[in-house]
């Protein structure tokens, strides 16, 4: 895939909790801050702007660039661990909140390994997400599983910016969690009224 056919690493993760939100971000680019947001982008950004470490046998960079041509992705790590000798590099994620029920956090991990792999053309076979609210680390294991769940939704994901539709909104649980909500509008475009009655109550006021 060709360099500028590259879609941002976090659209995976934004599409697997809603297509609609990926597009929105993605395709219209729209954008809305919330207390969440908010929390997560200051822990990003203190998490890029700390220092590279090193001790023996484990050196840690920060806000490292990746990229994938295999699937299609580029963005940044916010941390990889290089280990051992010779060096493996693990990545790390950090998140502001608890482990969830869907797997986005991890296909999120699972496409930087898999950017690390190109990059340094070595097998990665796990990577850790720290969650800032439990504040413990969980391992992630880069199964087959994981893999192609992965892959098939970087595909997804291409296909439906490339396609530049955003997919109309269905209104569910998640979208109270969502900073998005107000632009999405879910509660109204979910079931648009109908044009003849929108008109009736237009003449009637």
């Known amino acids: 895939m060709a360099e500028d056919g590259l879609i941002p690493l976090?659209?995976?993760?934004?599409?697997l909790f809603c297509p609609r939100q990926s597009a929105l971000i993605h395709v219209?680019?729209?954008?809305?801050?919330?207390?969440a947001t908010a929390e997560g982008r200051l822990?990003?950004?203190r998490v890029d702007s700390g220092k590279c470490e090193s001790r023996p046998g484990l050196r840690i960079a920060r806000g490292v660039a990746l990229r994938s041509f295999a699937l299609g992705v580029s963005g940044r790590a916010d941390a990889v661990e290089f280990r051992g000798r010779p060096a493996r590099p693990v990545p790390v994620e950090y998140k502001r909140?608890?482990?969830?029920?869907?797997?986005?956090?991890?296909?999120?991990?699972?496409?930087?390994?898999?950017?690390?792999?190109e990059m340094f053309g070595t097998a990665i076979l796990e990577g850790l997400l720290f969650y800032g609210?439990?504040?413990?680390?969980?391992?992630?294991?880069?199964?087959?599983?994981?893999?192609?769940?992965?892959?098939?939704?970087a595909a997804a994901a291409h296909a439906m910016i490339g396609?530049?539709?955003?997919?109309?909104?269905?209104?569910?649980?998640?979208?109270?969690?969502?900073?998005?909500?107000?632009?999405?509008?879910?509660h109204i475009l979910e079931k648009p009224p109908k044009v003849a009655r929108w008109l009736a109550g237009q003449i009637a006021n």
């Open 28 to 35: 219209e680019q729209l954008w809305a801050e919330d207390e």
């Open 163 to 186: 396609s530049g539709v955003t997919p109309a909104p269905a209104r569910k649980p998640a979208c109270r969690r969502c900073s998005l909500e107000s632009l999405c509008k879910p």
């Open 133 to 153: 609210q439990t504040r413990r680390r969980v391992r992630v294991v880069f199964d087959e599983g994981l893999r192609a769940i992965t892959a098939e939704v």
């Open 43 to 45: 822990l990003h950004e």
């Open 97 to 117: 909140g608890k482990p969830k029920a869907h797997r986005a956090d991890e296909v999120q991990l699972c496409a930087q390994a898999i950017c690390l792999e």
């Open 10 to 15: 976090s659209a995976l993760q934004h599409y």
